[in-house]
């Protein structure tokens, strides 16, 4: 594992949000649903693409926060622009399970 300097680290820009919209993505090479998450009026809405199909709905993902990356650049994925990388770690099978904060904390606040 190589280190980081805390310079490095503040370049990554991490952020909550709540997820407004989601929808299966049908077109993806592996099962991914499609999020639209909401990052409060300094970001707005960002679309990413998740790895998340073995543990939610999209209905379940509605109102739910997330942290996501925010500042990386957009990436195509297939027909679909993901603005953001939402965070997720494996769980024992290697699938995805998400971060999120364990208290209500507001939309748009940064990692720090």
Known sequence: MSE?????????????????????????????????VDYGPEIG??????????????EALIGRRVLAVVNFPPRQIGKFMSEALVLGVPDDNGDVVLVRPDRDVPVGGRLH
């Open 4 to 36: 980081i300097t805390f310079d490095d680290f503040l370049k990554v820009d991490i952020r909550v949000g709540v997820v407004t919209r989601a929808e299966t993505f049908p077109e993806a090479r592996k099962p991914a649903l499609k999020l639209w």
């Open 45 to 58: 809405e960002r679309k990413s693409s998740a790895q998340v199909t073995v543990h939610y709905t999209p």
